[in-house]
């Protein structure tokens, strides 16, 4: 399963994050994995993907960096997977 992870830099300061990842790694959990990440402009958010069959994983994750900043966790289906359902299920009216 996809997760997209919104992560809140502490003061829109992503120095701590940097320094944390450099000097103690990501702390990916075995069967979590990283999938890639962007960043706001103004530091704000992180948006993160990431893909595991179990959510525990991500909390433990979180633990590993939550004094640093807040997260949000949104489950999430790949647009080309959505499609494929969704037009599965189109009935043509004309």
């Given at each position: 399963?996809?997760?997209?992870?919104?992560?809140?830099?502490?003061?829109?300061?992503p120095?701590?994050?940097?320094?944390?990842?450099?000097?103690?790694?990501?702390g990916l959990p075995e069967g979590l994995k990283y999938i890639d990440s962007w960043i706001e402009p103004n530091f704000d958010r992180c948006f993160q993907l990431m893909e595991c069959e179990d959510a525990r994983l991500i909390q433990e994750w979180i633990l590993h960096w939550g004094d640093l900043a807040s997260f949000e966790i949104v489950p999430v289906v790949p647009s080309k997977q959505t499609r494929e359902l969704v037009e599965s299920k189109l009935v043509d009216t004309e």
């Open positions: 399963m996809l997760f997209m992870i919104i992560e809140r830099f502490k003061d829109c300061d120095k701590p994050i940097y320094r944390h990842l450099r000097d103690k790694g990501r």
